[in-house]
């Protein structure tokens, strides 16, 4: 069955910082990957996915996410953070035959120092 | 609105009391998924439906939680005899359902409280 690990349960940085959010998958064949963020009191929100081609996306709010096969990685990136972007980061993996359900990760929460 | 709607969105109930949670999906949806977010974990998956298709109920954690999706669209998930370990975000998510992978989208959640 497919899991997710995200290793860093909460992570600080300083606004301006770059950050470097971990997710590793377990799975037999390509996945579906996705990073979801959820903002405090509010739903998940979707930051990207990948689904084939191209290993880096682009997202929204400035992120992008590096799909590595020989890793089963799919980080989560972003140059310069800002304040805004405090909030908990759900990485994701959908099984190709299994109706699109997606297995999360236990969630990075995100603090940004001024 | 256009979104996954979940009501209520906060329930404080006493243990040993049933407590019914309603979503209603994106309209044109035909997949609709409920998730638990306990305090400090992920997003445990519950349950799928899939139009007229059976539910995928693997996700349940006990046979206290039952689900029914009416008309293929709004959907009750039902815990019964409500313990305190049940205390967590109760999340539903829709999506086209047709065509591949396409992303979730989710409600709000209901916050449920059980004393």
């Known amino acids: 069955a497919q899991s997710v690990t995200q290793p860093d349960i909460h992570i600080t940085v300083s606004e301006g910082a770059s950050l470097e959010l971990r997710c590793n998958y377990s799975?037999?064949?390509?996945?579906?990957l996705f990073w979801y963020v959820q903002s405090p009191g509010q739903g998940l929100q979707l930051l990207l996915k990948?689904?084939?081609?191209?290993?880096l996306v682009q997202g929204i709010k400035g992120f992008e996410a590096e799909f590595k096969r020989s890793q089963s990685s799919f980080n989560l990136r972003k140059p310069s953070v800002h304040w805004s972007d405090a909030a908990e980061y759900f990485c994701?993996?959908?099984?190709?035959?299994?109706?699109?359900?997606?297995?999360f990760g236990q969630g990075t929460e995100l603090s940004v120092k001024p | 609105g256009a979104g996954v709607s979940q009501s209520p969105s906060n329930k404080v109930t006493e243990k040993g009391k049933d407590v019914e949670l309603r979503c209603d999906p994106i309209?044109?949806?035909?997949?609709l998924y409920w998730y638990r977010q306990s305090l400090g974990q992920g997003l445990e998956f519950l349950i799928y439906?899939?139009?007229?298709?059976?539910?995928?109920k693997s996700g349940l954690p006990s046979d206290r939680f039952s689900a029914e999706r009416t008309g293929g669209s709004v959907s009750t998930l039902t815990i019964q005899r409500t313990q305190q370990e049940d205390s967590a975000v109760y999340l539903c998510?829709?999506?086209?359902?047709?065509?591949?992978?396409?992303?979730?989208?989710f409600g709000n959640g209901t916050r449920l409280t059980v004393t």
């Open positions: 799975y037999g064949a390509t996945p579906y």
């Open positions: 990948y689904f084939s081609g191209d290993t």
């Open positions: 994701a993996v959908a099984a190709h035959n299994q109706g699109g359900k997606l297995i």
């Open positions: 439906f899939q139009g007229n298709s059976a539910p995928d």
């Open positions: 309209s044109g949806h035909t997949a």
């Open positions: 998510a829709s999506r086209p359902g047709t065509g591949g992978i396409s992303p979730l989208h």
